[in-house]
Nanobody
Framework: QVQLVESGGGSVQPGGSLTLSCAAS????????MAWYRQAPAKARELVAS???????HYVDSVKGRFTISRDNAKSTVYLQMNALKFEDTAVYYC???????WGQGTQVTVSS
């Protein structure tokens, strides 16, 4: 049984930081690309960042220089470090293993003053 379990969401003021975690089980984590998506109210889900098994990363332009995706293969966990958060980063953030089709349940990130 595959599970992707996110944690670390919450509320933060603009300019603040949060770190999201996604613990994977039921898959051979080391061989898969992993990704973070987000979905804001009334908007389509969008790719935020991805990382491949060789730690090559990709970011959507709007988060470049502010967000960092990383993975710990020993813990089967992927992280999203989010700095300098903006109002427009408010969304539900989802962990995704693209080759498997599995998604996490999502974690809410709210940036407000």
């Amino acid at each position: 049984q595959v599970q992707l379990v996110e944690s670390g969401g919450g509320s933060v003021q603009p300019g603040g930081s949060l770190t999201l975690s996604c613990a994977a089980s039921g898959i051979i984590f080391t061989i898969y690309n992993m990704a973070w998506y987000r979905q804001a109210p009334a908007k389509a889900r969008e790719l935020v960042a991805s990382i491949d098994p060789s730690d090559r990363t990709h970011y959507v332009d709007s988060v470049k220089g502010r967000f960092t995706i990383s993975r710990d293969n020993a813990k089967s966990t992927v992280y999203l470090q989010m700095n300098a958060l903006k109002f427009e980063d408010t969304a539900v953030y989802y962990c995704h293993a693209p080759s498997t089709g599995y998604w996490g349940q999502g974690t809410q990130v709210t940036v407000s003053s």
